[in-house]
């Protein structure tokens, strides 16, 4: 099974920047897609930023303020977040969609990583 470990959040001010980081473990996987969902307070969870190789996809939301980018050699996820707002504010977790040899893709989540950021 492949474990997920997401580090990087905390308190920011609006206009300030952070960054998150996931790392996959585990064996006998290869990962498609890593990427970035986060939850707000009594809302749905929501897709933040995807990347596969040689593409990567955002919500509208956060074009122009985050990047996504990928380790490979490492397989760990960024999610580099500036200009942070408010409205920012969530459980930022981290996903994983991989294959082991032979078998279906899996979908793996982070444990989720809270990002505040104060008006």
């Known amino acids: 099974q492949v474990q997920l470990v997401e580090s990087g959040g905390g308190l920011v001010q609006a206009g300030g920047s952070l960054r998150l980081s996931c790392a996959a473990s585990?064996?006998?996987?290869?990962?498609?897609?890593m990427g970035w969902y986060r939850q707000a307070p009594g809302k749905q969870r929501e897709l933040v930023a995807l990347?596969?190789?040689?593409?990567?996809n955002y919500a509208d939301s956060v074009k122009g303020r985050f990047t996504v980018s990928r380790d490979s050699a490492k397989n760990t996820v960024y999610l580099q977040m500036a200009s942070l707002q408010p409205e920012d504010t969530a459980v930022y977790y981290c996903?994983?969609?991989?294959?082991?040899?032979?078998?279906?893709?899996?979908?793996?989540w982070g444990q989720g990583t809270q990002v505040t950021v104060s008006s």
């Open positions: 996903y994983v969609q991989y294959n082991r040899p032979f078998m279906r893709s899996y979908d793996a």
């Open positions: 990347i596969v190789t040689g593409s990567t």
């Open positions: 585990g064996s006998g996987f290869s990962i498609n897609v």
